[in-house]
């Protein structure tokens, strides 16, 4: 049986060690999971009817995830791309407009705007002629999408949002709007911890409201946009604090 090195953030390994985890266990029935969910999001064919009627792999995505997939998939025909990738699922999540990642973006000082250009510049011009669909992801998108559901899961969510698909985007290493992300300063662990926090403003904007349960990316944006950049702010400060002393302790000009 062929064998797979998992690395492992050291607090991470130590809490593994202390907890007793089967990790081998662990990881073949995190990998099977995965390995599904990745194979169904690569057969699955974009078209209006797959997204307004969400089955299989799409069956838990919010209504504005789906917006936001059938704006990636516009984008990937006009751009003669046979397939969608993680550029026009990212700039979907931009054409959406009012969705909770673009408010985690920028509570973290990451201008939506700026994340277009950036983009723009890494996506080749459309070849010439008329454009057809994009009916599949890419390989890079399915992963990321595949990361989204995980994301969601881990934080015990029983839908995939934009913030989990912004989670995913981040955490895929090889796409193009992962590199443009982290280009920007998303990291994938400031991220979560933006996004987290976002949610927390949320579950509180929505108590004081006393509004039904709903996804965080349904609320209104108005209300989203005056409470999350205070609220994740105030969450990221004190890593982002340990951030620059830890680049201190290395000789490191955080202002360079």
Not at 13 to 29: D, I, L, T
Not at 75 to 98: K, N, S
Not at 185 to 197: E, N
């Amino acid at each position: 049986m062929p064998k797979i090195n998992v690395y492992l953030p050291d607090e991470l390994a130590e809490a593994v060690k202390e907890a007793g985890v089967p990790v081998s266990a662990v990881c073949q029935r995190a990998l099977e999971q995965a390995v599904r969910r990745v194979t169904a999001i690569r057969e699955t064919v974009l078209t209006d009817l797959d997204l307004e009627v969400p089955t299989g792999a799409l069956i838990h995505l919010t209504d504005r995830t789906r917006t936001v997939l059938k704006l990636a998939a516009d984008r990937a025909g006009a751009a003669g791309a046979t397939a969608v990738g993680t550029g026009h699922l990212l700039a979907g999540l931009l054409d959406e407009g009012g969705n909770l990642a673009l408010h985690v973006l920028r509570a973290m000082d990451i201008e939506p705007g700026q994340v277009g250009r950036d983009l723009a510049q890494r996506t080749p011009a459309p070849p010439p002629g008329e454009a057809g669909p994009a009916r599949r992801f890419s390989g890079t998108a399915a992963n990321a999408l595949e990361f989204a559901v995980t994301e969601s899961t881990s934080l015990g969510h029983n839908y995939v949002g934009c913030e989990h698909l912004l989670l995913g985007l981040v955490a895929e290493p090889d796409g193009t709007a992962g590199q443009v992300l982290r280009g920007l300063g998303a990291d994938p662990r400031l991220t979560r911890r933006a996004v987290v926090a976002a949610l927390a403003g949320y579950v509180h904007l929505r108590a004081q409201a006393q509004r039904p349960a709903q996804p965080a990316d349904a609320a209104n944006p108005a209300d989203m946009a005056q409470l999350l950049a205070s609220v994740v702010r105030d969450q990221l400060q004190p890593l982002l604090e340990r951030i620059t002393r830890l680049e201190e302790r290395a000789g490191l000009d955080p202002d360079a």
